[in-house]
Every structure is written in structure tokens, then in C-alpha cells.
């Protein structure tokens, strides 16, 4: 998938809701990716956190919602969207930035508790907290660091109202990383 149709896809389909949170698909993705510019992140990450979500984008038919009892494995969807696009890097945010959450419940004990109910209603569709092994092979893949920050930045994207830059502000950032 090119820029240019990512930015089509967020322009035309970012309206819908994040889950049942109460911010858009388009808000959440320019909320994430402020608070990564916002820590200094690199670029990579920061176009990670801005398009970890866009397997929700893609799923034909109705949006994840909370109500749902199968995982539609948007992180995977989003990374194969990706993949000819983006740098390994930034695919990897996408691809594991719901495994971060799972290996977040696995090693800090207060993370569960401030995960919103949403969050921790698609967690047991998504598999639960790791346990202690599998939190171990999941860190030790590249890029898994990345994507556990990018994973607090997600989990505290969801403001309603919040300012953020617009979506413009991200296009010569994603320009810049595109392979093409
Ligand atoms: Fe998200």
C-alpha cells in the first residue's frame, strides 16, 4: 500500500470510532503519534505509532468493537499493509503492538489496572498477559522495545478533544520513510 492511499484510507475512513473508546480512528492515530514526537522518538516510531491502528482501517465490513467476540488481528493486517512500504521498523510497531500489551500485563504489575475497559476486554480475545517465557522470546525480537513504547503511547491516546497536529503535519514524515 503506497502514502498516498494510507493518507486516502485516514482521510476517507479516519472518522470511524476507535473501538468503543471515545475518540476517532483519526484522532487516536495523530493523539499516539504526538506523545511519540512529543518523548523525541525517531521518526520510524513516530510513523509507527501514527499507523499501528490502520489494520482497523482495512477491515472490511464493520469495525472492531468491543461487542466482538473474535480478534480480527488488526496488527497483522496493518503490517502486511505496510511491509513493501515501510522500513522493518515501523512494521514491527504495527505488527507488535498488541503483543506489547500482553507482555506489559506480563512485567508491571499496575499495568493491567490502567488499561481502559476496552483495552482489557480485546485483551482476552487477543490471548491474555504472557507468561513468563513467552515475555521473554517476545522482547527479544527487534524492534520489540519500540513497539512497547509505542504500546503506552497507544494506551494513552485516547483523550476526546484532545489538540494534536493535523494529519498534513505527519505526510512528509511518512514521505520521507516510504520506500517508495
Ligand atoms: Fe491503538
Known amino acids: 500500500m503506497d502514502i498516498d492511499s494510507i493518507i486516502v484510507l485516514y482521510r476517507t475512513r479516519g472518522g ?23 518523548a523525541g522518538e525517531p521518526d520510524e516510531v513516530i510513523a509507527g505509532a501514527l499507523l499501528h491502528d ?3 482501517l482495512l477491515e472490511s465490513g464493520t469495525d472492531s468493537l468491543p461487542t466482538d467476540r473474535v480478534d480480527h488481528r488488526h496488527q497483522i493486517i496493518g503490517e502486511q499493509a505496510l511491509a513493501r512500504t515501510m522500513s522493518s521498523r515501523v512494521a514491527a510497531c504495527v505488527r507488535l503492538h498488541v503483543d506489547a500489551k500482553r507482555y506489559l500485563c506480563a512485567t508491571e504489575p499496575d499495568y493491567l489496572s490502567g488499561l481502559s475497559p476496552v483495552s482489557v476486554k480485546s485483551l482476552g480475545l487477543q490471548g491474555g498477559p504472557f507468561d513468563r517465557d513467552q515475555a521473554n522470546r517476545f522482547i527479544d525480537q527487534p524492534f520489540a522495545d519500540d513497539a512497547v513504547r509505542v ?26 520513510l516510504s520506500a517508495w
Do not use: M, N, W
Open 54 to 56: 490502520l489494520g482497523h
Open 151 to 176: 504500546r503506552r503511547y497507544d494506551d494513552q491516546a485516547k483523550i476526546p478533544g484532545q489538540v494534536t497536529p493535523l494529519l498534513d503535519e505527519f505526510v512528509p514524515l511518512l514521505r520521507r
Open 16 to 38: 470511524i470510532a476507535y473501538g468503543g473508546e471515545s475518540v476517532s480512528q483519526l484522532d487516536h492515530a495523530l493523539q499516539c503519534a504526538l506523545l511519540a514526537r512529543l
